[in-house]
């Protein structure tokens, strides 16, 4: 039998689309109160990346703009200064017509568009162009406004370089607004609205003045899009759905997840699938729970012990004064099975907290400030204390075929 192509393709149609909202926040950007940039905050896992990804930076390009984008959380083993130059570098080979995988391929270092050469591998080096002078050539060779777009960008401030790289950015943005190419935006999003207010409100921040804005999270028409496409849709009710996804505090994937076990399952009962429904939501944030704190009581002691302390403390967490290495101490002789605790030092202190940032599990935001990675890590640390669900079954539940076919609102 003959084999055919394999293609991923279909995984686009899982994709719910959120054009109308790109659409409005381009039209919106035109508007000089963006011209010192615009902060979009959502919590994590909530469907940031994708909207960008799918909606946001297509509607750009179809608007004109050279889009560069670079994402700080899906490449945090890199340097944040890097990841973004290496992002203006795929812009310029873009714009330069030359494809990505030519240009690596033949090792090209320097491209020409509208008559200006570029010295790829020496941007933002004392050799080359900087930043500001980069992206002002870009913008007078293609003729196009430039809006450059970076994901989880807090993550710059947890370096020098990357603090450096803020400020390299606010130049360009500065020296654009004056020049006399066609501009240039700069959006970035963050898991938390609290550490992207800081970038946006103090004085000695990059973007200080910036507007700082809620991306909506995913509402009614993705969940509906959600049931349009279960072998549920006739059992399950929008409301139903909606107190889910509640539950999974609005989180694409615990909800999907839930719907695929139960879509496995054979027969549920018309008259409970409803309840059975909101149960399993709990249960499985439960489990999810419960797992998050086996592993958090597996963790070396005092790893656990700076976890809990962070998660206990947000903003006002320290992590090496006396108190907080008292506190350590008291946290882990808590833990029954030891007999002796000894008294943490401090460089036992920073190696645990490099532990953790390794995991993922806490960031550094620069001049000593750690913060949980995430927010639903600290409200669980602090719980520290379990329930669990059931659910019931008899009469099977009538179900429609899953239509398996995208749909684009
Ligand atoms: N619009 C969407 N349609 C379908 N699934 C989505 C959508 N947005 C997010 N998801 C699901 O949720 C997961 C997390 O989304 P992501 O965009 O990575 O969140 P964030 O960037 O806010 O952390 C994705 O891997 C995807 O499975
Ligand atoms: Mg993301």
Redesign the pocket.
């Known amino acids: 039998m003959a084999i055919k192509p394999i293609s991923f393709a279909r995984d686009r149609e899982?994709?719910?689309?959120?054009r109308q909202l790109a659409e409005d926040l381009v039209h919106r950007l035109s508007d000089p109160v963006y011209k010192s940039g615009l902060f979009l905050s959502?919590p994590?896992?909530?469907?940031?990346?994708?909207?960008i990804r799918?909606d946001l930076l297509p509607v750009l390009r179809e608007a004109g703009a050279v889009v560069i984008y670079a994402d700080l959380w899906e490449q945090r083993s890199l340097s944040p200064a890097r990841v973004i130059i290496s992002a203006i570098r795929d812009a310029i080979l873009h714009e330069s017509g030359v494809v990505l995988k030519t240009a690596t391929a033949m090792g090209l270092k320097k491209v020409r568009i509208g008559g200006l050469e570029m010295d790829l591998d020496a941007i933002g080096t004392k050799e080359g162009d900087s930043l500001a002078r980069t992206l002002e050539k870009l913008g007078a060779a293609s003729d196009k406004p430039i809006v450059m777009v970076v994901?989880e960008a807090q993550h710059a401030q947890a370096t020098d370089d990357g603090r450096d790289t803020l400020f390299a950015l606010k130049a360009a943005r500065d020296a654009m607004i004056l020049g006399e190419g066609k501009g240039f935006r700069f959006v970035a999003t963050g898991?938390n609205s609290d550490r992207l207010r800081t970038l946006v409100s103090s004085k000695d921040q990059a973007f200080f003045g910036a507007k700082e804005e809620h991306l909506p999270e995913?509402g009614d028409a993705?969940l509906q899009w959600v049931l349009d496409r279960s072998t549920f849709k006739t059992c399950l009710s929008l409301p139903v759905i909606r107190q889910g996804f509640d539950v999974f505090s609005r989180?694409?994937?615990y909800l999907?997840r839930l719907l695929k076990s139960m879509e496995d399952e054979p027969a549920f009962d018309a008259n409970t699938i409803d309840r059975v429904f909101v149960e399993r939501a709990g249960a499985s944030m439960e489990h999810a729970r419960q797992t998050f704190l086996a592993s958090l009581r597996s963790m070396e002691a005092l790893d656990a012990a700076v976890f809990r302390r962070m998660a206990r403390l947000g903003d006002k967490f320290t992590p090496f004064d006396e108190g907080a290495l008292r506190d350590y101490a008291a946290l882990m002789s808590q833990d029954a099975t030891r007999i002796k605790v000894e008294r943490p030092t401090k460089s036992g202190v920073q190696s645990a907290l490099e532990r953790l940032r390794r995991e993922s599990l806490i960031w550094n935001a620069g001049r000593g400030l750690w913060h949980i990675e995430d927010p639903q890590h600290a409200v669980w640390t602090r719980s520290e204390q379990g329930a669990t669900a059931n659910d019931g079954q008899t009469t099977p539940c009538a179900r429609s075929a899953s239509s398996d076919t995208a749909s684009t609102p």
């Not at 994590?44 to 909207?51: A, L, N, P, S, V």
């Open positions: 899982h994709i719910f689309h959120r959502a994590r896992r909530t469907g940031k990346t994708t909207f799918a994901d898991s995913l993705y989180r694409p994937e999907q």
